[in-house]
């Protein structure tokens, strides 16, 4: 498959990083050298990644090759949705209305929190003694 001629995106969630080639084909969803349905076993995560291809109406149009790296499975899953549609919006730009009204091409930037000195974790702070 790489021969052919791609169009690539980059998805991001907390942790996690997915580099998207994006083919024209048949259909299939591989992600780091599986199928999306063996790499993601919930169902909840699956949906994240088919959410690009339902809310352009392109099931089974595109074929994508995903390296995913980084954060759980949550991140992982997500952050594959928004390589997928960031690289859509790279291969057909009348894509880019539809994804932006479902909201899969603003990154989520929200990450944990580092801990503190003199704290227990980011804001919990030891209990206070009166006497």
Sequence with gaps: MTDQTYDRGTGKRKCAI????????????????????????????????EQPFKATDTVGKFHAEVKVTGGGATGQSEAVRHGIARALVASNEQFRPLLRQEGLLTRDARIKERKKYGLKRARKAPQYTNR
Excluded: T
């Design 18 to 49: 997915a580099q998207v080639k994006l083919f024209s084909g048949k259909g299939d969803i591989i992600v780091n050298g599986k199928p999306y349905q063996e790499f993601f076993p919930r169902f909840e995560h699956r949906s994240h990644v």
